[in-house]
């Protein structure tokens, strides 16, 4: 092959591999765009490409529509400005025509395996993805497995499923004698290996790259894997030959079958192949287009619900409020920050992403390395560690390994049997308390093997290594952020959020996506710490910031399932006022009570009474049996970055990401510029996860969560007892058998009050956040100075509506 065919080769390997987005592992879960590969690509174009390869659905089908339609959830006059908006030519009469005809799924691309299964007999197609996966889950093990698997790290990834599979004993119960020897044929170097799988297959160089597509789609769930993994190295300035290794595997499997399928089966898979080449795509294309109209049509009718209720005018309120509190632009905070201020007239909220604009990663006492405490988009900036007495440190991992060590035992096979004869009936107290939900909830990493009191004595250091300059600088920026820079409150309460649930495997998903799906309170103790130091303090009077020496940071955290708030120390300082901070904590009580009865209607309506639905939710978070804690982020759709009298007593329904942002205290544009390219980018990527998997549990969710079984230890989650890694989220997490759907397939929608041109540099700029915006992934709003609306269309062009 020539040196040019070589180059047009690799590229066209890069461009398949880059079309996976990343999982995170569930220790630090966080929601990722299904779609982030085909970001470069308009919706529509995506939608068609992934209907016609894999058959993967990314526009809900028209009886969707046409049900919403029917209901009066949707008219035919939003979908008729939808039309014109997106230039597809259809009249009433064409849509509502449309609307009653059966979908028709285009032609897709076929696998030879699904060609050669044969009923009454073992799937092929399911075989090879079960063979990869259980190779794939021994291979990246995490500790769950108490046989590691033996990695040779010069082999790599391909080259240790080579030697896997050459004495892998089920080819033989499978019918596949003779592969082993066709195995031992090809190359055992993965660039090597690709080329002579491309020369087997022999596939139209048309339909190539497509092919390439499925084929790594085919076993989707650990190629996102792998593309984390090539994720990370990236952001480290380095690179990671896994996914591309993984797409040999699956080419390698397929040239193999190809030796193996009978004729008549190989000639009828390359008469489909050559079919599917010549069909013509204009229809699906046109299919494409009228799903993205009537998805459009329905982001139509929530965006007026929104629009309708945005202040005009602002509220006449003292200048300077008691208290501040500042809580993460998760929507769940927006139903908490609604009932705080109401109960406490002279509390102001802000909204500001949980990790309070340090980008850090945290290291505890012992840990072999840090945790990144930032959006997963960046790269932590500053080392935090762990401050605690010697002695904590020491009972902490006393206790933590001595658990490890009686988990072990526990699941060694010498003690298999002699164990539950000897030791089972003990058991019978423990399993009582999980199905009555007596025990509390699962503990997240920081609180594991320390008592309550021993927690409270660890400290969250900044390093040392940072000068006064440094941390003043970080100071500033975390108050402008914050919207401080013009009058701050004698108390200012920082707010980060976690989850508490048990026997939950994406546990980490219910924390802050903010902070790298962990709970918020390493960042909100950080930030109260710097905005407390005495020195901080006084240079930044020194530089003119009005901020009284009496005036408290404390850190808190609000747990969402159970809705309380809990301040985390700082409460014995002389300085503070006793008063104010009692008003507060019964402020925060008040809230609580208030936001889990609002809560409570979406899980048990028939439920009222405040403490029987504080117990239920208690209860909830510490039962092992319950697939519903909590409805964390179903029904997001809106973003809204603006003053916060814009929107307050406002009711968003826990629907809006809220991002207090004032444009007269951003003169630079340095905060808008950090909204646009981080929050707002984090809040997109949950906002489709939820979408995707809505749209297509099968391919971008994972499926149901009472069949869950983990699988790595902390990789992932696989769907009964094999097949392929399963990414996004469980069907349990977006709907109920009572009241269905509790999440809209709506793409995000960002209310922004700054000037148009300042967003037009600033999505200029940054080519993810370009791509997501002019490919209509997300769509930007400007609110105006008198409240009006305009929508950006395109590069500077602008829309009233």
């Known amino acids: 092959m020539s040196t040019d065919n070589m180059e047009k080769t690799e590229q066209r390997y890069d461009r398949v591999i880059r079309r996976i987005a990343p999982v995170w592992p569930l220790d630090s879960f966080v929601a990722v765009n299904p779609y982030w590969g085909f970001a470069d690509q308009p919706v529509a174009d995506a939608a068609a490409y992934l209907q016609e390869t894999v058959g993967e659905r990314v526009i809900m089908d028209q009886r969707w529509y046409a049900d919403l339609l029917q209901k009066g959830k949707l008219n035919m006059a939003d979908i008729l400005q939808a039309s014109v908006d997106l230039g597809v030519d259809m009249d009433e009469f064409q849509w509502r025509s449309y609307l009653r005809e059966p979908a028709e799924l285009p032609m897709r691309l076929p696998r030879l395996p699904e060609l050669m299964d044969r009923p009454g007999h073992p799937s092929v197609s399911q075989y090879v993805v079960e063979q990869i996966s259980r190779f794939l889950a021994a291979y990246y093990d995490r500790g769950q497995s108490l046989w590691p698997f033996p990695r040779d790290c010069e082999k790599g990834l391909f ?28 190359p055992t170097r993965s ?43 990236e952001l480290q300035g380095s690179t990671q030959d896994d996914l591309m290794d993984l797409l040999t595997i699956r080419m390698v499997w397929e040239a193999l079958l190809r030796q193996t399928a009978e004729a008549r089966v190989v000639e009828r898979w390359y008469r489909q192949i050559q079919a599917w080449r010549i069909d013509d795509k204009r229809e699906d294309m046109a299919e494409a287009r009228r799903g993205e109209v009537l998805l459009r049509a329905s982001e139509i009718a929530y965006r007026r619900q929104v629009a309708t209720s945005i202040r005009r005018q602002p509220v006449q309120k003292p200048s300077t409020p008691r208290v501040q509190a500042a809580f993460c632009i998760d929507v769940r905070s927006e139903v908490f920050r609604r009932h705080l201020e109401s109960v406490m007239p002279t509390l102001d909220t802000i909204g500001f992403a949980g990790f309070f604009g340090v980008l850090l990663d945290y290291q505890r006492q012992g840990d072999h390395a840090p945790r990144t405490q930032s959006p997963v988009l ?37 003690s298999c049997f002699s164990f539950v004869e000897t030791a089972g009936l003990s058991y019978v107290g423990r399993l009582l308390a999980d199905t009555l939900a007596w025990h509390r909830p699962s ?57 508490s649930t048990t026997n939950n495997p994406h546990r980490a998903g219910l924390d802050c996506g903010a902070c790298a799906g962990q709970t918020g309170e390493v960042n909100a103790r950080a930030a109260a710490d710097l905005l ?69 209607l979406r899980l048990e309506p028939d439920l009222r009474d405040p403490e029987a639905v504080a117990r239920n939710l208690e209860q909830r978070g510490r039962d092992w049996s319950q697939v519903r804690p909590e409805w964390a982020l179903a029904g997001n759709a809106a973003f809204i970055a603006a003053p916060r009298w814009r929107t307050r007593e406002m009711n968003l329904a826990g629907r809006a990401f809220l991002h207090d942002y004032d444009v007269a205290k951003d003169p630079d544009y340095a905060v808008l510029t950090l909204i646009l390219t981080a929050p707002l980018v984090v809040a997109n990527w949950i906002n489709l996860q939820y979408y995707g998997s809505i749209v297509d549990n099968q391919r971008q969710g994972c499926g149901n969560k009472v069949l869950h079984n983990v699988v790595g230890g902390t990789i992932g989650v696989l769907e009964g007892n094999g097949g392929d890694l399963r990414v ?74």
């Open 159 to 186: 080259g240790s499923w080579r030697q896997y599979t050459l004495v892998d004993r089920t080819l033989r119960a499978m019918g596949f004698r003779h592969m082993r020897s066709d195995l031992l044929a090809a």
């Open 191 to 233: 660039a090597e290996a690709r080329e002579w799988a491309l020369q087997i297959l022999q596939l139209p160089q048309a339909a190539e790259e497509a092919y390439l597509f499925v084929l790594l789609k085919s076993i989707g769930g650990w190629a996102s894997w792998c593309r984390y993994l090539l994720w990370q190295a």
């Open 378 to 414: 960046l790269n932590p900036q500053v080392h935090v560690t762990e401050e605690a007495p010697a002695e904590t440190v020491q009972r902490r991992f006393r206790r933590l390994r001595r658990g490890a060590e009686w988990k072990h035992f526990k699941l060694s096979a010498a």
């Open 443 to 499: 503990l997240p990493p920081d609180e594991a093997g320390l008592t309550e009191r021993e927690r409270s004595s660890i400290r969250c250091v900044l390093p040392t290594s940072l000068t006064l300059e440094q941390r003043v600088a970080m100071a500033e920026f975390i108050l402008t952020g914050l919207g401080l820079n013009r009058g701050v409150a004698p108390i200012v309460l920082l707010v980060g959020h976690g989850s």
């Open 532 to 600: 407390n130091d005495p020195q901080v303090r006084r240079a930044l009077v020194d530089k003119g910031w009005d901020i009284d020496d009496r005036c408290r940071f404390l850190a808190a955290l609000h747990d969402t399932t159970t809705d309380r708030v809990n301040i985390l120390g700082g409460l014995d300082d002389p300085r503070l006022d006793k008063a104010l901070v009692a008003e507060l904590r019964a402020a925060l009580e008040q809230a609580a009570n208030l936001t889990r009865l609002e809560r409570m």
């Open 728 to 801: 996004g989220l469980s069907e349990q997490s977006l709907r109920d058998s009572n009241s269905g759907l509790q999440h809209e397939p709506l793409r995000l929608t960002a209310f922004i009050e700054a000037p148009q041109d300042a967003m037009d540099r600033i999505i200029a700029g940054n080519a993810a956040l370009g791509r997501l915006v002019n490919h209509r992934w997300l769509s930007i709003v400007q609110i105006g100075p008198q409240g009006d609306l305009w929508e950006r269309r395109g590069e500077q062009d602008w829309v009233a509506i």
